[in-house]
């Protein structure tokens, strides 16, 4: 079981708006602004796409866009396209030895 | 151009030794945490441990604690991991990643680690 906890799978279709969830703990998503999201298509590498809660690195399309509340992260994705299909994993630092700690992953399927 | 480029895909045997490897490019490879990412067939992704090639600090994941050893050398700008003795259940993809303030800011290619007798 993963430390943090992310829906198996969430869908929507072209246009439209989806949101991820991520729920930890105060020893992680909510002790800390340090969230990041990671889009990862079948085969690859993940991808950086949120950092420290909400910010985008450069390259990342503003259809992403992030935010935290409590001891739960969510990812937005707005404008839904059939590229953004592909998992989706939220990670977190964590007071525990454990040090990062990933979310289980989202499986977007853009219908 | 921060590249992370990894070794080739491993077959092994139970009980093999096995050091793949990352080498870094693009960026001041000393002076940043390169982290160890494990995906095992058709799962999520989970956090190894971590590795600072200036001085070879590392910190383990209690779940990896004892079972891998990560190294590095500057000089080359390559950052290891290594397995004593492999267990069937060894059988994943490894990600190296090199780490930004508080994230993990690119990726290698993975390298995929097959065991099997």
């Known amino acids: 079981q993963s430390a943090l906890t992310q829906p198996a799978s969430v869908s929507g279709s072209p246009g439209q708006s989806i949101t991820i969830s991520c729920t930890g703990t105060?020893?992680?998503?909510?002790?800390?602004?340090?969230v990041a999201w990671y889009q990862q298509h079948p085969g690859e590498a993940p991808k950086l796409m949120i950092y420290d809660v909400r910010y985008r690195p450069s390259g990342v399309s503003n259809r992403f866009s992030a935010s935290k509340s409590g001891n739960t992260a969510s990812l937005t994705i707005s404008g839904l396209q059939a590229e953004d299909e592909a998992d989706y994993y939220c990670?977190?630092?964590?007071?525990?030895?454990?040090?990062?700690?990933f979310g289980g992953g989202t499986k977007l399927t853009v219908l | 151009e921060v590249q992370l480029v990894q070794s080739g895909a491993e077959v092994k045997k139970p009980g093999e030794f096995l050091k793949i490897s990352c080498k870094g490019s693009?960026?001041?490879?000393?002076?940043?945490?390169i982290g160890w990412v494990r995906q095992m067939p058709g799962k999520g992704l989970e956090w190894m441990g971590i590795i600072y090639p200036n001085d070879s600090n590392t910190r383990y994941s209690p779940s990896f604690q004892g079972q891998v050893t990560m190294s590095a050398d500057k000089s080359i700008s390559t950052a290891y991991l290594q397995w004593s003795s492999l267990k069937a259940s060894d059988t994943a993809m490894y990600f190296c990643?090199?780490?930004?303030?508080?994230?993990?800011?690119?990726w290698g290619q993975g390298t995929l680690v097959t065991v099997s007798s």
């Open positions: 105060s020893s992680d998503v909510g002790g800390y602004n340090y």
């Open positions: 990643a090199k780490r930004g303030n508080w994230n993990y800011d690119f």
């Open positions: 693009g960026y001041s490879f000393p002076n940043y945490w």
């Open positions: 990670s977190s630092y964590t007071s525990s030895s454990t040090q990062w700690v």
